[in-house]
Structure formats: structure tokens, C-alpha cells
Nanobody, 124 residues
Framework: QVQLVESGGGLVQAGGSLRLSCAAS????????MGWFRQAPGEEREFVAG????????YYADSVKGRFTISRDNAKNTVYLEMSSLKPEDTAVYYC?????????????????WGQGTQVTVSS
């Protein structure tokens, strides 16, 4: 079992930056692929970014590539999402997720554990 707690959301103007954090507790953090997803009102939950274990490899949705950076600190059991050049269309609830495997993929149904989400609102 893994517990995930996100923090760092808030209101920011277009062009601004935010850093989201996700603290994990429970089973060995390094055994999990970690991902960030987001869900806007009336929309499906979509993959944003993911990072593997070990020698980390990261992967991004096209919509955030070049603007967002995912990283993990295994000593702190924490994964981060650095967001810059934010746009109003980035407004959503952002969720941290974990899957007990070495395979990084994008479908939300493949992730085993989820945080409660943190709201990110980008004003124009």
C-alpha cells in the first residue's frame, strides 16, 4: 500500500510557474513508476508526465513538453512537477499516481495508487 499526498497547487497568472510536490509513504518508493495526471471539469483524466525508477527516464504529454519537468528525490520519497509558462488551459486538478512496475505508460487505469489531487488555476 502507498499513500500519496500532493501539495503546491494554487492560482497563478498565465506565463507564471508553480511546483507541485507529491510525498509518498508506505512501500518502497523506488519500486514505483510515478506519474502526474490532470483533470479539468467535464474532461477525462489525462496523463501529464511520468518518471521511472532507477536511472530515471521521464516522458511527457505533448501539451506540456518543454514547459513541465518531472523529477523524483528517492531519499525524500517525493516526486515533483515543475510547471512553467503556464497557460489557462493548464487549469485542472492535478493528481499524483504510482504503479508497482518498471514500465512507464500513460493510461490512468494502469496506475495503482492515487493522491487526493491539488487544484491549479491559471488566469489569463
Amino acid at each position: 500500500q502507498v499513500q500519496l499526498v500532493e501539495s503546491g497547487g494554487g492560482l497563478v497568472q498565465a506565463g507564471g510557474s508553480l511546483r507541485l510536490s507529491c510525498a509518498a509513504s508506505g512501500r518502497t518508493f523506488t519500486s514505483y513508476v510515478m506519474g502526474w495526471f490532470r483533470q479539468a471539469p467535464g474532461e477525462e483524466r489525462e496523463f501529464v508526465a511520468g518518471i521511472t525508477t532507477g536511472r530515471p527516464y521521464s516522458y511527457y504529454a505533448d501539451s506540456v513538453k518543454g514547459r513541465f519537468t518531472i523529477s523524483r528525490d528517492n531519499a525524500k520519497n517525493t516526486v515533483y512537477l515543475e510547471m512553467s509558462s503556464l497557460k489557462p488551459e493548464d487549469t485542472a486538478v492535478y493528481y499524483c499516481a504510482a504503479k508497482y512496475t518498471t514500465v512507464l505508460d500513460t493510461p490512468a487505469r494502469n496506475y495503482d495508487y492515487w493522491g487526493q489531487g491539488t487544484q491549479v488555476t491559471v488566469s489569463s
